[in-house]
């Protein structure tokens, strides 16, 4: 025939192997694992004790409340949904953990049990609205997060009363085995949701949704009550992650969850979890919050300004979002 | 190839207005042309035709830059172009009607019509009077009686096929193109189309026409290209061959019912033997009117019409994905609440959609997700993948499906792609399968596959109700044949093997037996 | 005021009592002009306005307007006090005051978003007969007056408190309020005055604490990492400074550290009062800044001739005494105040 | 007599689909939802003292002009099936770097105007080349933008800094016979989008983006430089927005931008402009700005407690979009 194309200067082979599907797939499967191992070795480079066990346990502590939200956020993304709600549900569950607790080892356990019952609250309106109504996820959730902000403020009044109990303190500050309470609470969510998302037909759901509604439902996956239910794991996550920041801080945490839903949304997304749902997974976000924390202790550790964090964070969204997006757009 | 071309072409006057040379193209590994040659006269009406999935739409797509080709040559007036973009071809004069319509729902008719090519003031400004007295006259001179104000959300299927035409036909082009343009016609205006055609081909304008529906061809077309599986078969005239010689050509073999597996006669049903599927009354506003039937066991039953006639309609509501429908459904006899697939599914109901990318597959996920997403329902929760993987094995080896469970279901073949729907059904062991257009978009082999295993399943005592587009395919695959027009069973041929194409197309597009008489043959 | 009795290890070759003269708050002097207010006088029942920049922020702040309302309402002249919040949102501050303005407020407290953003507004209530009263966040000429504490005047007290602690000698990291922040630029610079005279104390960073304990122990954690020699720090935060202190604690270098005087919320006076060597004292920023605040309003109200600043002085409290403040009934984020038990929260 | 008036039998396919269903009320509701919101907050405005006072009806529209602004360009890119969250981080930088260029220097105002809104179309046009070349989910994009946007502003300066001269600030508290010449600019502005939106091709391609991206496609539209364009509209009305926002402070305070994206979408949605794309009304956005900001300025005059503002604010903005957006979910 005519015109067989194919411009054979350069470096086809290269490209060639570059563009192979293989290749390709598991650039963005492991993409991000790459990054976070690349972050890793500059900042072993620039400070020895960086890559000391000790130290990255301590990363791993501090990404576990964004990592715990991240886990249920998600859930929520593989349907191609999305839960902004979270800094809402992180706040009031926070004053509600200590205002139980006040200060008192022996409500450690209805502290726990109503701030979890609050997030699977949360979760289930939001689902209930999204999934029955249809309602757009994002601006639902925003507007969730704005009244829950709300209410935390009506309830206390703009004053955080109580304590975290003591027990509750010092179990986060412990390190059995050298491993802080809060990364095995990380781990543990992690591994729940990855369980959940691998190996439960409710897992499945939630990738055949996202993957094609329609299909979906035509074929008898009951697909409201799968949307509720992540939303309702985003809402207990959430509240997980809330218990999380207190342990951390070890005193109320007061407001200081807001902002954080996109710090989750981020996370999510660098892990390879789409706004358009389908794909991702747990594994993905897991990397991902471990990379957004070790940049941001990395930029502390060169020294950066604030504002440079800001920027560098900015820059890896942007940059990592579009290489992801057009290695997808490749594909088609 | 270049000889061909040359045999074919009724006048000699300079080069033809558009000449296609060796155009390939795939997707995802389907190739869906492998070098076809074709070229569009002008004053001629050049028809395409092919089975479903030949690449018909595909060579149309390369032609107007909706896709570009892999390789190959698109030569306007002789000189080679390369459209990146629908608009370039537009330019150099080519417009076409596509198959699945292409308006904008949310902008009226008249801004449809002329969408982007608004009659503008001083610069961008949208001078509507002139856009609502332009597209006016325009339809008044095609004699098309549409509101130009009406938003194209509120009008039918076939009113906004011909809004599409009109949009193809207002634009000064020298090649008109028409993906099926009558797919959804009724007779008087597919007649009026035909006149429309005959007033292009006097302003010497080139068409390149496709459709299913042979006899249109020989009324109105000079040439005919058949394509089969992606290539062509050959041009010639129209004058030069037969109906049965272009079947022939475009299904590859030249015994038709090779294709159809055999049809046993169906014991008449016993006195007390209740059907596999009734349905009674059903109703969807808009949709559906008063539409009843009967399947029996084992038996298949074909739905033909328009498109638009609401077969599709018909069998959602059936299957319990119209939620506005009412109707009651009984399976072997028995009344079941169908609100949702999830329950007719429980009933024992499956169905294979029309549009696998839309409505029956997650492209993007595996052969395995998509053939376990049916029986997914164990009751702790718990994902037995070693259970559901052999399940899905099972399932995947009797519909002889050629990809690895492990595979992304978009890198598969449309017949296999087809095989994953077939298999998540199955799997599912129904007692009633309803199949939208089953074979829409795969090659001839895998047509034969699917409709021998549709009849294996009848065998083995399903109900099949299928609905088709392509006749000769309810001719040759089902026993009793339901015609549909307008929303409503407007035929019934209880014999399929008697019941012919002119029948069922008269049936389906709305002319009463008593007009049928007078109507030109 | 406050007194130090001074080390007399080898660093310390500065006198205490000339940092404070030399870094003086840029805000003393303007402070002590007098304004007459005669304008501004007006028969009772007061209506207040309290315009809030933002509400959600911290306890000291909720402290701080729970003072407001219970001091008004000791007042019988007082009617009623209207809040408003601005969120953070300098345009919608300028609004909120507006609203007052409309309700005929007789006088508007506030603390802003951002105090130059405000100029327009306020001058437009003082142009219609309202007094305005700036507080909490630091001195400003604008307006009719300004009840603050001085947010120079405190890092100056601490840092200097730390400089000799540290013998004038070492390395210190400062963790700062919220960027962009009144309180911050005034610390950045309070501590820049100090380290002036101690040129062997060596600022080896300065992060963002953002007035609380996570986002201060995040720092920690990482300056810990970066600087294997960490000697003191400059916060003046309590609340930033229990973040910091548990992530020292968990690396196991609290034992080399020292803090600056901090204020005072109940958890970080617990904290000192567990961990004795560690503490170095307290500065005061105390919430009966809103009573004065109030005083101030009724005085103007009563059309009395006024200074145009009132500073809420921040005390240096000694190791010892901070038990005096300290209420173990309390929770970590209670602050030391004079209001009765039913006002309590 | 034409061949095709011949009315067929049985006929439910040619009746047109406009029954009073649930999608009806719905889009009867995004119509008209926000001006019965907008009465009946005006109804109970009438209630509170002096709210119709002439400096109450100023300070309203005042407060509505820089969301009003920013939420006409979120409006043509909400129409386009997009969103743009960087435009309340562009406002701040924009503010910040006009007041700290102009310096109170009343001679630079032209060419910082100028810089300024040149930058605001640049950024507009990086997310939409960015967006169009790699198929990024817009939200992702411009949240990336955001953050980095803010860092820029921190990057400049970390404290609050600079003044507008006088003049410039008469943006703000200038008046054009009784309006505020922030309200005129956003009322041109709001007239100018509409008419942009209704009257010209241009906008009958956002809609046909936004409402079907590939017939847009084949109908010849450049789908990418409408996507562009859309993204420098944003951005140059979030530049617009971060200069009156500018006058309004009379300084350049870095955080002023924060969160302003969320009142603007916010408001898009509340006027009616649905988020799957292909529907937008301009002076439905107006209203939706002019709602929040008469809610939180009735609230106040009501003496309403600001904890409580906060939950009838968020349970009013729940409720609309749930009835707006709510489809019947299948
Ligand atoms: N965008 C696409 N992506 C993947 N495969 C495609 C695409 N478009 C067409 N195909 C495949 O290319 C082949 C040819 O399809 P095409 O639509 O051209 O057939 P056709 O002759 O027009 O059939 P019909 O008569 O049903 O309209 C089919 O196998 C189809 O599945
Ligand atoms: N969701 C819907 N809302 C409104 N009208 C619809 C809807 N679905 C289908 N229709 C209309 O109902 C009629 C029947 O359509 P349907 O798709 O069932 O026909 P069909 O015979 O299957 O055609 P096709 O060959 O295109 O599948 C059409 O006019 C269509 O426009
Ligand atoms: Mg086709
Ligand atoms: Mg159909």
Redesign the interface.
């Known amino acids: 025939m005519s015109t067989a194309a194919g411009p054979s200067r350069g470096l086809p082979d290269i490209r060639a192997l570059l563009a192979h599907p293989a290749v390709v797939d598991n650039g963005r499967r492991f993409g991000i694992w790459f990054a976070l191992l690349a972050l890793m070795v500059v900042g072993g480079s620039l400070s020895p004790a960086f890559l000391t066990p000790t130290y990255l346990l301590t990363i791993v502590a501090q990404a576990s409340i964004v990592g715990v939200a991240a886990i249920g956020v998600t859930m929520v993304m593989i349907t191609g949904r999305i839960d902004v709600s979270v800094a809402g549900v992180i706040t009031l569950t926070g004053f509600i953990a200590v205002g139980i607790m006040h200060g008192n080892d022996k409500n450690i356990v209805p502290a726990v049990a109503a701030v979890v019952a609050v997030g699977l609250a949360v979760g289930l309106i939001n689902g209930y609205l999204i999934a029955f109504w249809g309602v757009e996820s994002f601006i639902v959730t925003l507007a969730m997060g704005a009244t829950l902000i709300g209410v935390a403020e009506l309830y206390t009044g703009g004053f955080t009363f109580g304590d975290p109990a003591p027990a509750f303190v010092n179990f986060f500050a412990w390190r059995p085995g050298g491993i802080p309470t809060l990364a095995l609470l990380f781990a543990t969510v992690a591994g729940i949701g990855l369980l959940l998302v691998r190996r439960t037909t409710f897992g499945q759901r939630l990738f055949l949704i996202g993957g094609n509604y329609r299909s979906a439902y035509l074929s008898g996956v009951p697909i409201r009550r799968t949307i509720v239910l992540a939303y309702a794991a985003a809402g207990v996550c959430a509240a997980i992650g809330s218990l999380a920041l207190i342990g951390f801080a070890g005193v109320p945490s007061g407001f200081t969850g807001l902002g954080l839903e996109f710090q989750v949304l981020a996370a999510v997304v660098l892990g390879g979890t789409t706004f358009e749902g389908g794909r991702g997974g747990i594994a993905g976000t897991v990397a991902g919050v471990l990379t957004l924390a070790v940049a941001s202790t990395l930029v502390i550790i060169l020294g950066f300004p604030f504002a440079a964090q800001q920027v560098v964070t900015g820059a890896i969204i942007v940059a990592v979002g579009c290489a992801y997006a057009a290695s997808l757009r490749k594909e088609e | 190839m270049e000889e061909a071309a040359h045999d074919d072409q009724i006048e000699a006057s300079g080069p033809p207005f558009l000449r296609v040379?060796?155009v390939?193209k795939s997707f995802d590994g389907v190739h869906a042309l492998h070098?076809v040659d074709l070229d569009c006269l002008e004053g001629e009406v050049h028809a395409l035709v092919g089975e479903n999935g030949a690449g018909k739409s595909t060579l149309i797509h390369v032609m107007?830059g909706?896709h570009r080709p892999?390789?190959?040559?698109i030569l306007i007036r002789g000189a080679e172009r390369h459209f990146r973009?629908?608009?370039e071809a537009?330019q150099a004069g080519i417009s076409a009607v596509?198959q699945e319509l292409?308006?904008?729902?949310?902008?009226d008719v008249a801004?449809n019509i002329l969408?982007?090519r608004?009659p503008?003031r001083w610069g961008?400004?949208?001078n509507?009077n002139r856009l609502y007295d332009d597209c006016r006259a325009l339809l008044k001179d095609l004699?098309?009686?549409v509101d130009v104000r009406?938003p194209v959300?509120?009008?039918?299927?076939?009113?906004r096929q011909?809004v599409e035409l009109a949009r193809a036909l207002s634009r000064s082009s020298s090649l008109v193109i028409m993906d099926e343009p009558t797919a959804s016609l009724?007779i008087?205006?597919q007649?009026?189309l035909f006149t429309l055609l005959e007033r292009l081909r006097k302003r010497r304008i080139a068409v390149l026409y496709v459709s299913h529906r042979l006899e249109e061809i020989f009324r109105i077309a000079d040439r005919v290209t058949v394509l089969r599986d992606g290539a062509k078969v050959r041009t010639m005239r129209v004058s030069d061959t037969s109906k049965a010689e272009l079947v022939e050509l475009m299904v590859g073999r030249s015994l038709v019912h090779e294709l159809y597996p055999q049809r046993k006669p169906l014991p008449a049903p016993s006195p007390g033997a209740k059907p596999a599927l009734e349905v009674v009354s059903m109703n969807s506003?808009?949709?559906?009117?008063d539409v009843s039937l009967k399947v029996w066991p084992g038996e298949i039953v074909g739905l033909a019409g328009l498109i638009?006639?609401?077969r599709s309609s018909l069998l959602h509501s059936i299957?319990g994905?119209d939620?506005?429908s009412r109707g009651s459904v009984l399976i072997a006899g028995r009344e079941i609440r169908v609100k949702?697939?999830?329950q007719?599914?429980?009933a024992g109901m499956a169905?294979i959609?029309e549009d696998r990318?839309?409505?029956?597959?997650?492209?993007?996920?595996t052969n395995f997700?998509n053939i376990?997403?049916?029986f997914?329902?164990?009751r702790l929760?718990?994902?037995h993948?070693g259970k559901a993987r052999s399940r899905a094995r099972e399932a995947a080896s009797r519909v002889a499906l050629k990809a690895r469970l492990v595979d992304p279901t978009?890198?598969l073949s449309g017949g296999n792609q087809q095989k994953v729907v077939l298999a998540?059904w199955i799997a599912t062991k129904p007692s009633v399968l309803l199949c939208d257009e089953p074979t829409r978009g795969i090659d001839v082999g895998a047509k034969a596959e699917i409709y021998r295993f549709l009849r294996g399943l009848a065998d083995e005592g399903v109900a099949v109700l299928f609905a088709s587009s392509d006749l000769p395919e309810v001719l040759g695959l089902a026993d009793r044949i339901l015609v549909m027009?307008?929303?409503?069973l407007a035929g019934e041929f209880p014999d399929a093997q008697t019941a012919t194409e002119d029948q069922i197309m008269f049936a389906a597009a709305?002319v009463e037996e008593s007009d049928r008489k007078s109507e030109p043959a | 005021g406050s007194s130090n009795t001074g080390s007399t290890g080898p660093g310390t070759t500065v006198d205490p009592a000339k940092v404070y003269a030399d870094c003086q708050s840029p805000d003393t002097a303007k402070a002590t002009a007098l304004v007459d207010t005669s304008k501004f006088k007006k028969a009772p029942p007061w209506k207040i306005g309290l315009a809030a920049g933002y509400l959600s922020n911290d306890g000291w702040i909720a402290y701080f307007i729970q003072e407001i309302k219970y001091h008004a309402s000791t007042n019988p002249n007082i009617s009623k006090v209207i809040v408003t919040d601005a969120k953070f949102n300098a345009s919608k501050q300028i609004s909120d005051i507006e609203d007052l303005i409309t309700q005929g407020v007789s006088a508007i407290i506030y603390y802003p978003v951002d105090q130059t953003a405000l100029k327009t507004v306020i001058d437009k209530a003082n142009a219609a007969g309202i007094a305005t009263i700036e507080s909490a966040v630091g001195f400003t000429d604008m307006g009719t007056s300004s009840v603050d504490i001085d947010y120079y005047t405190l890092p100056v007290l601490s840092d200097v408190h730390l400089m000799q602690s540290l013998k004038g000698q070492g390395k210190i990291i400062q963790v700062l309020p919220t960027a962009g922040t009144v309180a911050e630029q005034r610390e950045k610079d309070a501590l820049q005055c100090v380290l002036s005279h101690y040129p062997n104390v060596q600022l080896l960073a300065a992060e963002h604490g953002n007035f609380n304990t996570p986002d201060a122990k995040k720092v920690a954690q990482a300056l810990l990492q970066r600087f294997p020699q960490i000697d003191g720090i400059a916060s003046v935060w309590g609340e930033q400074d229990l973040g910091i202190a548990s992530a020292f604690l968990a690396a196991d270098r609290l034992k080399n550290v020292t803090f600056a005087p901090a204020n005072e919320p109940n958890g970080w006076l617990k904290w000192l009062i567990d961990h004795p060597d560690k503490n170095n004292g307290i500065v005061t920023g105390p919430v009966t800044l809103g009573g004065l605040a109030v005083q101030q309003t009724v005085k103007i109200l009563n059309g009395e001739q006024i200074s145009k600043g009132v500073f809420q002085d921040s005390k240096y409290i000694e190791p010892g005494q901070i038990s005096s403040i300290y209420n173990a009934g309390k929770s970590d984020s209670y602050y030391f105040n004079d209001m009765p038990a039913n006002w309590q929260p | 007599m034409s061949l095709l008036t011949a009315t067929p039998r049985g006929a439910p396919n040619s009746v047109v689909r406009e029954r009073l269903d649930y999608a009806t009320v719905v889009r009867q509701l995004q119509l008209y939802g926000v001006w019965v919101g907008l009465v009946v907050l005006v109804a109970i405005g009438l209630t509170a003292h002096d709210f119709t006072s002439a400096g109450n009806i100023q300070n309203l529209l005042r407060a509505v002009a820089i969301i009003g602004i920013a939420a006409l360009g979120q409006t043509f890119v909400i129409a386009s099936r997009g969103i743009d969250l960087s435009v309340g981080q562009l406002m701040g930088l924009v503010s910040v770097l006009a007041v700290g260029f102009m310096h109170g220097d009343a001679s630079l105002i032209i060419p910082v105007v100028c810089v300024t809104l040149a930058l605001g179309v640049a950024v507009g046009i990086f997310n939409g080349v960015a967006i169009v070349t790699t198929g990024i989910h817009p939200m992702i994009l411009t949240f990336g933008m955001l953050s980095a946007l803010k860092g820029i502003i921190f990057l400049y300066t970390d404290r609050t800094r600079g003044s507008v001269p006088p003049v410039f600030r008469q943006l703000d508290l200038g008046q054009l016979g009784p309006l505020p010449w922030s309200v005129v600019i956003l009322g041109v502005g709001a007239v100018v989008c509409w008419f942009v939106f209704t009257h010209t091709t241009f906008g009958r391609y956002v809609i046909a983006v936004g409402s079907n991206e590939p017939n847009a496609r084949k109908a010849g539209i450049s789908v990418g430089r409408i996507r562009v364009a859309v993204y420098a509209i944003s951005g140059l009305s979030g530049a617009v927005a971060g200069l009156i926002l500018a006058a309004r402070l009379g300084t350049g305070f870095p955080l002023a931008g924060q969160g302003l994206e969320l009142s603007a979408i916010v408001a898009v949605v509340l006027g009616g402009t649905s988020f799957a794309g292909g529907r937008g009304r301009m002076l439905g956005t107006v209203g939706g700005a002019l709602l929040l900001v008469l809610l939180s300025n009735i609230l106040n005059l009501k003496q309403v407690a600001p904890y409580v503002q906060d939950v009838i604010t968020g349970m009013i903005v729940l409720a609309a979009i749930t009835l707006y957006t709510a489809r019947r979910a299948r």
């Open positions: 040379i060796g390939r070098g107007t909706v892999d390789s190959g040559s973009q629908p608009s537009e596509y292409s308006l904008i729902d949310d902008l801004e969408l982007h608004e503008r961008p400004l949208l509507r004699e098309i009686d009406a959300r509120s009008l039918s299927i076939a009113r011909l009724t008087a205006e007649e009026h506003p808009g949709r559906l009117q638009g006639s609401g299957f994905a939620r506005d949702s697939p999830r007719a599914i429980a169905m959609c990318k839309l409505e029956g597959l997650a492209i993007n996920l997700a376990s997403v049916t997914l329902n164990s929760g718990i994902f993948v978009r890198l998540k027009s307008e929303g409503c709305g």
